[in-house]
């Protein structure tokens, strides 16, 4: 007889290790823990969303600022912070310059009413109603930055330009680098914009055909101002759903115990007669064969 018929236990044995190994594996794929705590590998944790900052990088001269929902004007300081809907008016003579988190700058000149209108990572708008403005706007893949004056819209990607509008709504646009496009402020064709070129917007919103920058209007140096870091998003907590109840957890049923006078099932009970004791000489008389015959 063979070894592993003589001893079936040595079959047994890698058997019940093979059990035991897959039901290990078992138990580690039931478990929610992250791939990487498993295998070494995973996902990384998520990142904060950062948004855009603009702060009062420079002020020469009286400007005030009207924050948004606020029905009051007040002044203006240097290292200020601004956020969307924003607004800001300047004295005569003054200048404002505002610095971006993502490299942008914007000169705002003497007698000008501006705001800003969005202030996010991939959609960034200004308007200006009233006044001069000089912009160095950062090219930034997926952003798109907008100039808005109650005549035409100047969309700009990586471009340094003026934007003036007069009293009776005319605007005038000058590109000095890059390129723009400017359309009417209800929607309609673009023009296109490139360096040393202008185009003009009458009150009724026709943008004219790009021509020649005059020699006069010269493009101004680029302020050297502190640029803010971005800020990371606001998180909002979650809102409870009040309308809707929460129901207590149903519990678990638990297994019925025997109670203390019941005896379990194995057990004789305490009144049931105990049985005698063996009788060795019974039994050897059952077992041996009777006596002669």
């Known amino acids: 007889m063979s070894a592993s018929l003589s001893n079936p236990i040595s079959r047994v044995a890698p ?16 478990l929610p823990l992250p ?3 498993l295998w070494g590998f995973g996902s990384k944790p998520k990142q904060p969303e950062l948004v855009p900052v603009a ?5 020469e001269g009286s400007a005030q600022y009207q924050a948004q929902g606020a029905g ?31 490299g942008s700058k914007l000169q705002i000149g003497g007698n000008a009413v501006f705001a800003i ?33 109650p005549t035409a819209v100047a969309s700009v990607r990586g471009t340094q330009l003026q934007v003036n509008v007069d009293a009776a709504g005319h605007t005038d646009v000058f590109c000095f680098s890059g390129g723009l496009d400017v359309a009417p402020p209800t929607g309609g064709q673009a023009v296109f914009v490139e360096a040393g070129k202008t185009v003009k917007a009458d009150a009724g919103g026709t943008v004219t055909p790009p021509v020649v920058t005059p020699p006069t209007v010269v493009a101004p140096p680029e302020p050297i101002v502190s640029i803010p870091a971005p800020e990371a998003a606001p998180t909002q907590a979650p809102v409870a759903d009040e309308g809707k109840k929460e129901e207590p957890a149903a519990e678990e049923p638990k297994a019925e115990e025997p109670t203390p006078d019941e005896p379990k ?20 008389q059952i077992l041996s064969p009777s006596g002669p015959q």
């Open 117 to 149: 209108d969005d202030l996010q990572s991939k959609k960034m708008g200004v308007s200006l109603t009233i006044g001069l403005l000089d912009a160095w706007v950062a090219k930034l893949k997926g952003r798109r930055f907008t100039i808005r004056t």
């Open 35 to 37: 791939g990487h705590a």
């Open 265 to 284: 099932p194995d057990e004789p009970k305490p009144d049931d007669p105990k049985p005698p004791p063996p009788n060795p000489l019974y039994e050897q």
């Open 15 to 30: 058997r019940r290790a093979l059990g035991r190994g897959l039901a290990a594996l078992a138990l580690a794929a039931a």
């Open 55 to 59: 702060s009062v990088g420079a002020l």
């Open 72 to 102: 009051a004007w007040s002044a203006l300081t240097q290292g200020q912070k601004l956020g969307s809907k924003d607004a800001v008016k300047t004295a005569a003579g003054a200048k404002v310059t505002l610095a971006f988190s993502d």
